[in-house]
T-cell receptor
Framework: ELKVEQNPLFLSMQEGKNYTIYCNYS?????LYWYRQDPGKSLESLFV?????AVKQEGRLMASLDTKARLSTLHITAAVHDLSATYFC??????????????FGQGTILTVHP | NAGVTQTPKFQVLKTGQSMTLQCAQD?????MSWYRQDPGMGLRLIHY???????DQGEVPNGYNVSRSTTEDFPLRLLSAAPSQTSVYFC?????????????FGQGTRLTVV
């Protein structure tokens, strides 16, 4: 059974600071997603990571994947208030085949303060 | 292009009532799935489908039924609503096959069972 654990679950940051959210998972998987969710809204796709060593960047967010360590990170650079949201990692394809059945981490609630 | 459309957005049910949450996608995706989101628990998979006529259970299937008669539609039925089914429900769809395909989510249905 695939387990996905995120930490921290709560993150309070000052604007301008850097921080990293970690996503650990228990078995091999076909692909890893990072999503953002604003309060009362749906999930917005940020990144899809497929292979070991994959790194993707969009604005102040950068995601990486280490399949050997079963670890993905979401790094936030010079945080701004607009990044305040809940961030989820999710994996598809436990055992190596994707079927559109995602296993989610618990989510990290990020609050960026002035 | 509407993407994934869920109806209704909000619903209040009495214990024991039944209802169907609708989900439709217009992207010709093979994979569709239903999740529930509860505070502090991320999203959990209820049922999923890899194509018309094919469905399977996810992590928390009890009390829910699904069917997939067409590629576009994947309704979720609550047979006899219970307060424990109070949650936010999301439908998602994604493409079959290899590659960095993202999973698209509907806007969610907020269900309260009293």
């Amino acid at each position: 059974e695939l387990k996905v654990e995120q930490n921290p679950l709560f993150l309070s940051m000052q604007e301008g600071k850097n921080y990293t959210i970690y996503c650990n998972y228990s078995t091999t998987s076909d692909r890893l997603y990072w999503y953002r969710q604003d309060p009362g809204k749906s999930l917005e796709s940020l990144f899809v990571l497929l292979s070991n060593g994959a790194v993707k960047q969009e604005g102040r967010l950068m995601a990486s994947l280490d399949t050997k360590a079963r670890l993905s990170t979401l790094h936030i650079t010079a945080a701004v208030h607009d990044l305040s949201a809940t961030y989820f990692c999710a994996l598809d394809g436990a055992g190596g085949t994707s079927y559109g059945k995602l296993t989610f981490g618990q989510g990290t609630i990020l609050t960026v303060h002035p | 292009n509407a993407g994934v459309t869920q109806t209704p957005k909000f619903q209040v049910l009495k214990t024991g009532q039944s209802m169907t949450l609708q989900c439709a996608q217009d992207m010709n995706h093979e994979y569709m799935s239903w999740y529930r989101q509860d505070p502090g628990m991320g999203l959990r998979l209820i049922h999923y489908s890899v194509g018309a006529g094919i469905t399977d259970q996810g992590e928390v299937p009890n009390g829910y039924n699904v069917s997939r008669s067409t590629t576009e539609d994947f309704p979720l039925r609550l047979l006899s609503a219970a307060p424990s089914q109070t949650s936010v429900y999301f439908c998602a769809s994604s493409e079959q096959g290899a590659g960095a395909t993202e999973a698209f989510f509907g806007q969610g249905t907020r269900l309260t069972v009293v």
